[in-house]
């Protein structure tokens, strides 16, 4: 189903854009465009300074440009902007930059043609992906100068896995290459679509991985006899947390009618803190999510671009503002980054108690034939290792600061930077929660003779086995972990 632009775009929306879901416009949004057009178009006849338009950009704001030389400055600003390092983004990353960057054009404050919304519309429906580096952004301008650069007939894109130079992807989609008028160069550079629209895939990656990381303790926590009294409603009701509260639900729902627990109630006084402590930290990872959701939709529902365009083509108002600055997203993205590692942390314990024969009750590693076969040993070491990283990627980038352009940008608030560790972490915390979800259906196994699982976990049991079987020491044991670091990330778990 088509997402319509109207008024503002939500991360669900641009995280569905990223999964291929295409867009449009309502006549509204291209009123809006129409009209800041025209206010540019005004602000070059009458030769009204204006950053970007007819001045240079960065320290050069004050060297003005003359009319005719207007078109090829907004070129050249792609070009000399287009300077990102590293590996390529993925299709879903570069789809989400071009949703936000169409979503902030269409706020009417940019003074871009049509033209150039109908290019970034045409490259998402016919899945023409330019090639974007992921390093190099101090803030936003390279990775928006890569996408602009094919508009132009420059750069590369790819499609249907091939890819083209920007000229020849172009004529594959049916378009002839952009000449661009006054501001249009710096407005595609402009922005925080870039922060954004990364931002709104990792808000559904974290979502998605937070919902499995609740299925999967449970799973954990039944094979260690957990003391469900921690988890009642009425005991968690005594810590305020909305997220908390969820987590709690969804753990009583995942266990209810487990003959497991049932058979180990009393068993402990209480439990390991990276057991009873499941719907704190998670719960904390839930609120952390919301707070980073708001900030998100608060910016897709902003203007970021600079200079803002207002008024009226009779009366022209041009305001040089600080909008595509986003301390606010570097900040969530931290956050978030902050929470999800302490997720990372809780899942790698749980895991060591599930193969630390100390503390299991179960055999060593969860081997067939602990001596001979090894088991899960090294594959602990491996969730430790992913999480040590994700606790050295946790440190802030919003705070790492700054000086550019000759002392007139002196403060980088490096919301891109956030994002892109903070995907990072997320794509560790798939292993480190797919190697806990390898071990706990293990230990289910090893236990299966005891009492019956609760529906909820034999659900999630019941698709680890789908794709792997038990381990016997008879295989190498990575492609296990791929295989179930692929379900995580890619489904939701399974209901009951």
Same mark, same amino acid.
């Given at each position: ?23 449009? =416009? /309502?006549? &509204? ?8 057009? +025209?206010? %540019?178009? !005004? #602000?070059?006849?009458?030769? @009204? ?29 792609? =070009? /000399?902007? &287009? ?8 299709? +879903?990353? %570069?789809? !989400? #930059?071009?949703?936000?960057? @169409? ?30 580096? /992921? ?362």
């Amino acid at each position: 189903m088509t997402i319509l632009l109207d008024d503002r775009l939500s991360w669900h929306d641009v995280a569905a854009i990223a999964a291929g879901a295409p867009l449009g =416009l /309502s006549p &509204a949004a291209w009123k809006r465009i129409d009209g800041a057009s +025209a206010i %540019v178009a !005004a #602000i070059v006849e009458k030769g @009204i300074r204006a950053y970007g338009v007819n001045t240079g950009v960065g320290a050069l704001s004050d060297t003005v440009v003359n009319r005719e030389s207007q078109s090829r400055l907004s070129r050249k600003i792609v =070009l /000399s902007h &287009a300077c990102g390092v590293g590996p390529l983004l993925g299709r +879903a990353e %570069v789809r !989400a #930059i071009i949703a936000a960057q @169409i979503a902030n054009f269409a706020h009417g404050y940019s003074g871009v043609r049509q033209d150039i919304v109908k290019y970034l519309l045409a490259l998402l429906s016919a899945d023409c992906i330019p090639c974007v580096p /992921s390093q190099g952004s101090a803030g936003y301008l390279t990775h928006n100068a890569h996408i602009a650069l094919v508009l132009i007939g420059e750069g590369q894109a790819e499609i249907r896995g091939s890819i083209h130079t920007g000229l020849d992807a172009l004529k594959m989609i049916g378009l002839e290459p952009l000449t661009l008028q006054a501001k249009e160069g710096l407005s595609l550079v402009n922005g925080t679509a870039c922060s954004t629209g990364l931002m709104s895939l990792a808000l559904f990656r974290a979502n998605r991985l937070l919902d499995w990381a609740d299925a999967i303790a449970a799973l954990t926590m039944e094979a260690s006899g957990c003391q469900m009294l921690a988890y009642s409603a009425e005991v968690l009701a005594l810590r305020q947390s909305r997220g908390l509260e969820r987590v709690g639900l969804s753990l009583r729902a995942r266990l209810d009618g487990s003959g497991l627990i049932a058979a180990a109630e009393g068993r402990r006084t209480q439990d390991a803190l990276s057991l009873r402590a499941v719907p704190h930290a998670h719960g904390a990872a839930r609120d952390m999510v919301d707070f980073a959701s708001d900030a998100v939709d608060r910016e897709l529902a902003s203007v970021t671009d600079n200079p803002a365009i207002s008024g009226t083509p009779e009366e022209p108002l041009v305001w040089s503002e600080a909008h595509a600055v986003s301390p606010a997203l570097g900040q969530a993205a931290d956050g978030l980054a902050l929470t999800l590692a302490q997720i990372a942390m809780m899942s790698e314990r749980r895991t060591d108690r599930l193969v630390n024969p100390l503390v299991s009750g179960l055999p060593a590693f969860l081997a067939a034939d602990a001596g001979e076969n090894s088991g899960f040993m090294i594959a602990q070491y491996t969730a430790t290792a992913l999480s040590n990283e994700n606790r050295r990627l946790a440190a802030p980038a919003s705070t790492d600061g700054g000086i550019t352009s000759a002392l007139q940008e002196d403060f980088l608030a490096h919301p891109v930077a956030a994002v892109n560790k903070l995907n990072a972490m997320i794509a560790n915390l798939d292993y480190i929660l797919a190697i806990e979800l390898m071990a706990a259906a293990q230990a289910h196994d090893l236990i299966r003779e005891k009492a019956p699982r609760a529906a909820g976990t034999n659900a999630i049991f019941m698709a680890v086995r789908q794709n792997i079987g038990p381990y016997l020491d008879d295989r190498p044991l990575g492609a296990d972990i791929e295989r179930l670091r692929h379900m995580v990330r890619n489904s939701d778990p399974p209901g009951f």
